[in-house]
């Protein structure tokens, strides 16, 4: 085992604690900002279009966690071999496991494995899943939250062997500005700032933030409108996001189904059927079917309306990793 000591000055050593053992922490989260920079202070990776994993072992085979604390060992098996490989009877690690569609991280691809809870059945996809580690957060029985995310990315590197279908999630020191112009330019979501002096922190806070190239975020799923002409399933959802006043109205989403969304989708929708909206703003649509707003879609567009709906929205895939009482517009 690395003897993570010797790799590490006095001050480093001392904000060492024990690790109170299992294998979930909860993770940080980042915060949108529109307001990009550059700042010597900060790194800056690469925002993959996947799902977050926390990642650990207490003695035994790896468990994989998604950021809701469910157990997704089943879909992602080969990680889970993957990291029991590298022989550490003890760590915690965050990262995101994303499948590829040509060059870009594809959410809708990856849809093909993130519901299912047989390792057999995920592996027999064919859908090809990495998993992109960017920061430790135990290992060897030692909690490391408390060092500074630098000295954490070193010790990661350090602690483990990167091959497919684990990967190092490689930053940019600095140069945020031009690194965003960069992801822009080939197509990525956006980039991850993070505090390279800080120590890690649970829950959403200012010490990550999200410089995105195109708009996306989660919403929750309040009913649907009648298919038109040839078209099965359904026509549009009807999505929202949650405030203080309850459940805001966001606008339809009728493109970025294929035909099993659209049977499956209307199927899991009329199961939880409703006779009123769940929504606190009026909807005008015609021929709608309301719904218990449980399930999460994630959804591009292009931007926000003055009247505080989306522009040119596109159907992502759903969300399992995310409590739909916490989905909120991004701001």
């Keep these: 085992m690395t003897d993570l000591a010797g790799l590490l000055d006095a001050d480093a050593r001392a904000a060492l604690r024990a690790w109170p053992g299992g294998t979930w922490h909860e993770p940080a989260l980042a915060t949108l900002t529109r307001h990009e920079f550059s700042d010597e202070h900060w ?30 060992d089943a879909s992602y098996p080969e990680i889970a071999d993957a990291l029991a490989a590298q022989g550490a009877p003890s760590f915690v690690v965050d990262g995101e496991v994303v499948a590829f569609e040509g060059e870009r ?10 519901h299912l809870t047989d390792p057999a059945a995920a592996r027999r996809t064919g859908v090809a899943v990495f998993y992109y580690v960017f920061d430790l957060i135990a290992f060897g029985g030692v909690d490391l939250t408390r060092l500074p995310l630098r000295t954490r990315k070193r010790l990661l590197r350090e602690c483990f062997e990167f091959a497919d279908p684990l990967r190092w999630s490689a930053h940019r020191n600095g140069d945020g500005v031009d690194f ?36 996306g975020q989660e919403f929750v799923i309040g009913g649907y409108t009648e298919p038109q002409g040839s078209r099965t399933g359904f026509g549009a959802l009807l999505v929202g996001y949650h405030d203080r006043e309850g459940l805001r109205y966001a606008g339809k989403v009728g493109t970025g189904y294929d ?20 929504f606190h703003d009026p909807v005008r649509e015609p021929g709608v079917h309301w719904a218990e707003p449980e399930l999460v879609a994630e959804v591009g567009f292009s931007e ?22 916490d989905v909120r517009r991004e701001s």
């Design 105 to 114: 991280t594809s959410f809708a691809r990856l849809q093909k494995r993130m």
């Design 43 to 72: 790194i800056y990776e690469r925002k993959l279009d996947g799902v977050r994993l926390i990642a650990g072992a207490d003695g035994g085979e790896p468990q994989l966690w998604s950021r809701n604390r469910k157990r997704v």
């Design 259 to 278: 035909e099993r969304a659209l049977r499956e989708l209307r199927a899991a929708l009329d199961e939880r059927s409703r006779a009123d909206s769940p």
């Design 180 to 215: 965003l112009a960069q992801a822009c330019a080939r197509g990525w979501e956006g980039l991850i700032a993070k505090r390279a002096d800080q120590p890690y922190r649970s829950g959403r806070g200012r010490d990550w933030l999200k410089f995105k190239c195109v708009a």
């Design 304 to 325: 926000w309306t003055d009247d505080g709906k989306l522009r040119h929205p596109r159907f992502s895939g759903l969300r399992n990793d995310k409590p739909a009482a």
